[in-house]
Nanobody, 123 residues
């Protein structure tokens, strides 16, 4: 079955960097569109960005586009989220998601999700 496993979360200070990874198994990773979402307790899940199956189309939510970079290595079946200039408001649980249809920002279009990795940014 499809399995997505995130890693790389942790605690950093404001201005720091982290790189999250999402390893995919149980499906043909290179055919799938991927995305990162994040969620704070009590709030709706927020779209961070999406990448197409080839890795040459990438879109970001406005408040991360100059600080975060999404990439993928289809040979390793792994999705990445490089985060820099982190702010306290980036504190959240970060999830990767997969779908076979296209580039979306709507979480309802993603049938496959990882368990999440926590990012905490302290001031």
């Amino acid at each position: 079955q499809v399995l997505l496993v995130e890693s790389g979360g942790g605690s950093v200070q404001t201005g720091g960097s982290l790189r999250l990874s999402c390893a995919g198994t149980g499906f043909i990773f290179r055919f799938y569109y991927m995305a990162w979402f994040r969620q704070v307790p009590g709030k709706e899940r927020e779209w961070v960005g999406s990448i197409n199956h080839r890795g040459n189309e990438i879109f970001y939510t406005e408040n991360v586009k100059d600080r975060f970079t999404i990439s993928r290595d289809n040979e390793k079946s792994t999705l990445y989220l490089q985060m820099s200039s982190l702010k306290p408001e980036d504190t959240a649980m970060y999830y990767c998601a997969a779908n076979s249809d296209g580039l979306y920002a709507d979480s309802r279009r993603f049938p496959y999700w990882g368990q999440g990795t926590r990012v905490t940014v302290s001031s």
